[in-house]
């Protein structure tokens, strides 16, 4: 069984950064590529990044390219999301979803197998 815990998250003013990590319980962290996605109240949930196994592909939504970057380490079992130039549009509960995968780093929810409880991001104007 896989578990996924987060943690970073909290309230920042706009224009500020957070770092998000995941924590991956069990020896097989170098199997699973691993999402991040956030849901807004109100909102459906959306992708936001991905990384793959190696850490060698990742993706980005549109919507923060050029402010957030997704690493992960993988002798630590945990993938990072670094969050900066926050806008209030970023607020939601972000949550990150593992799966196991050989390659590629997927960008559909419905791709991934384990999740985590998730953690709140508000960005106060």
């Known amino acids: 069984q896989v578990q996924l815990v987060e943690s970073g998250g909290g309230l920042v003013q706009a224009g500020g950064s957070l770092r998000l990590s995941c924590a991956v319980s069990g020896r097989t962290f170098r199997s699973y590529a691993v999402g991040w996605f956030r849901q807004a109240p109100g909102k459906e949930r959306e992708f936001v990044a991905s990384?793959?196994?190696?850490?060698?592909?990742?993706s980005l939504a549109d919507s923060v390219k050029g402010r957030f970057t997704i690493s992960r380490d993988n002798p630590k079992n945990t993938v990072v999301l670094q969050m900066n130039s926050l806008k209030p549009e970023d607020t939601a509960v972000y949550s990150c979803a593992a799966r196991q995968a050989f390659v590629g780093a997927a960008t559909v929810a419905a791709a991934y197998d384990y999740w985590g409880q998730g953690t709140q991001v508000t960005v106060s104007s």
């Open positions: 990384i793959s196994r190696s850490g060698g592909t990742t």
